[in-house]
């Protein structure tokens, strides 16, 4: 068994959540965007973020989930071959994991429109998609 190369880790981890950032951001500053103004227009979201610091909390939170990402395809590789198919299963499985359960819950459960969690959902699937498709991308054996 090859030895884990912390520094490819890392800059798979780097350039997946850059990635994953960028996904996220057509996702909320765009798309979402109108959605969010009519949710705290009903009183459904808050008008100033609980957190001041959400947003800077929400990308080191994208790092560190594409950290968890890229360990999870480096310790799978050996038994499942290392490559693009791989990539794409850890992120397909961890990113359901992650964004199908509350979204389901909150399309089901709260009172502001559907549209929101599934674009949630799709931010944490399809970004652990990309995020871990890049950062295996990356990654080679030490």
Do not use: C, H
Not at 117 to 123: F, I, N, S, Y
């Amino acid at each position: 068994m090859a030895s884990i190369s912390l520094r490819r880790v890392a800059l798979g981890t780097v350039a997946g959540g850059i990635v994953w950032g960028i996904w996220s951001t057509v996702i909320n500053m765009v798309i979402l965007k109108p959605q969010y103004a009519t949710a705290q227009k009903a009183g459904f979201f808050l008008v100033t973020p609980r957190y001041p610091l959400f947003l800077p909390y929400w990308f080191i939170l994208l790092f560190v989930l594409t950290y968890i990402l890229t360990w999870a395809y480096v310790s799978v590789r050996n038994a499942f071959g290392p490559g693009p198919v791989t990539a794409l299963r850890v992120g397909f499985l961890l990113g359901f994991m992650s964004g199908f359960p509350i979204s389901l819950s909150l399309a089901t459960w709260a009172p502001f429109s559907r549209t929101i969690p599934l674009w949630w959902m799709l931010d944490l699937w399809v970004g652990s998609i990309l995020a871990t498709f890049v950062s295996a991308w990356i990654y080679k054996e030490a």
